[in-house]
């Protein structure tokens, strides 16, 4: 009964190939996010969706493109691989867009581009 | 840029003793969030605090929050050797929660 999974948790690619990672939320919330956390931890929000439609784009390369199929899903395929992708990136939801409630994340996915 | 600075980066302690971390911020908000990272994991929710509230309990965490010089403090009183993990505050404001760079707790059983 996972609330947030995000598959695979470990992805390790090489240079230049293209990637996805899945991500489901089975919480009935709204608003899903695509974080990214860097090798100092630092995390920094990606995109994020609300009822499938695209709200914040946060100066993403356009490498990366998400996709909501629906509300439940948020996909992240990532194009040409580079070797500064490779971080931890969370998906995380929540009931409503605009905040005022806690945010669930899933486990991580660590990407590797070698 | 991240929205929250938090101090110290690092912190060991002993089993029992209590730990204290910082988060200073930029902007108003809406309110302040901490959330704690086992090793490995994903983010898990701690506390939210609205930007009217100065202080919040739960459990052995308190939170507090002064607006006028954008700060917030975590407290975790009697720490257990569980309690070793990377915890974040995160500023809500503009659809999105902005994390600070964490504060990695160590508690030495």
């Known amino acids: 009964d996972t609330a947030v999974s995000q598959t695979p948790k470990y992805l390790v690619t090489q240079m230049g190939n293209d990637k996805s990672i899945k991500c489901e939320q089975n919480?009935?919330?709204?608003?899903m996010y695509w974080y990214k956390q860097d090798s100092k931890k630092f995390l920094k929000i990606m995109f994020s969706?609300?009822?499938?439609?695209?709200?914040i784009n946060e100066t993403v390369p356009n490498r990366f493109s998400p996709k909501s199929p629906d509300k439940a899903h948020l996909n992240l395929h990532i194009n040409s691989l580079e070797l500064g992708d490779s971080a931890v990136y969370f998906c995380a939801s929540s009931p409503i867009l605009g905040g005022g409630t806690e945010a669930f994340f899933g486990q991580g996915t660590r990407l590797t581009v070698v | 840029s991240q929205q929250g600075e938090e101090d110290p980066q690092a912190l060991s302690i002993q089993e029992g003793e209590n730990a204290t971390m910082n988060c200073s911020y930029k902007t108003s908000i809406n309110n302040l969030q901490w959330y704690r990272q086992n090793s490995g994991r994903g983010l898990v929710h701690l506390i939210l605090i609205r930007s009217n509230e100065r202080e919040k309990h739960s459990g052995r965490l308190r939170v507090t929050l002064d607006t006028s010089k954008k700060s917030s403090s975590l407290l975790i009183t009697a720490s257990r050797a569980a309690d070793t993990a990377s915890y974040f505050c995160a500023t809500d404001g503009g659809g999105k929660l902005t994390f600070g760079g964490g504060t990695r707790v160590l508690v030495k059983p």
């Open positions: 969706y609300n009822n499938k439609e695209l709200i």
């Open positions: 919480l009935g919330h709204d608003t």
